[in-house]
């Protein structure tokens, strides 16, 4: 006889079930919000530094028109002063006599008249 009477284990063979995946949860390093807040100091960055170096050029313009200004009134002082000192050259009273000569003046006591400089 054979053995069919005897209990056999019964082996089911069923196919893995495959496991439900899981959703995978991404983990976003910055959340929309923050790259928000990152983008908008990134523009006063560069907002503020262009802010700055206009104001630099300006002022570097302002200090060489000072320069250019400051130039041209050392230039009219020593004008000035070389002209002060030819009228006290010409104001002499040698220059003055010489020059009333070859104008055909003369000196008369009738027509002097002492004038008292301010």
Known sequence: MTNLAKKQ???HETKP????KEQQ????????????LFLLF???ICFTGA??????AA???INKDIQ???????????TNHDLKVQVSEES???KIWKRAKELGLDLSEQNVKVVQPK
């Open 42 to 44: 990134a523009l006063m």
């Open 59 to 61: 002022l570097y313009e």
């Open 9 to 11: 284990p019964f082996i």
């Open 92 to 94: 002499t009273y040698e």
């Open 68 to 78: 250019d200004v400051e130039t041209q009134i050392k230039e009219q002082k020593k």
């Open 25 to 36: 949860i991404k983990k976003r390093l910055f959340t929309p919000g923050e790259k928000v």
């Open 17 to 20: 079930v495959p496991k439900q």
């Open 51 to 56: 802010k700055v170096v206009s104001t630099q």
